[in-house]
Nanobody, 116 residues
């Protein structure tokens, strides 16, 4: 089992920054890819950014150049640095982890609200 606990969400004005953290615990040595997803009211959950265990990253077009995903394998933590935030970034942000044997885990979500 893997447990994911997110933190760092909140209310920020447009143009501001937030840093999300997701700490993994449990059978963490089996974790392979980690990613951040978000879900706005009335919309489907979407991938924001992902990072492999080796550090290869991928971003949604809507956040490229503004968001940075990083991973500290020693601390079993993945981060999402969000800069130049826009009102359309408002959503619940979820951490996700996949293990080497294909199991998937989600965090409980953290609210990010960007005011105009």
């Amino acid at each position: 089992q893997v447990q994911l606990v997110e933190s760092g969400g909140g209310l920020v004005q447009a143009g501001g920054s937030l840093r999300l953290s997701c700490a993994a615990s449990g059978i963490i040595f089996r974790i392979n890819g980690m990613s951040w997803h978000r879900q706005a009211p009335g919309k489907q959950r979407e991938l924001v950014a992902s990072v492999t265990r080796g550090g290869t990253t991928n971003y949604a077009d809507s956040v490229k150049g503004r968001f940075t995903i990083s991973r500290d394998n020693a601390k079993n933590t993945v981060y999402l640095q969000m800069n130049s935030l826009k009102p359309e970034d408002t959503a619940v942000y979820y951490c996700y982890a996949a293990t080497v044997n294909g199991l998937q885990y989600w965090g409980q979500g953290t609210q990010v609200t960007v005011s105009s």
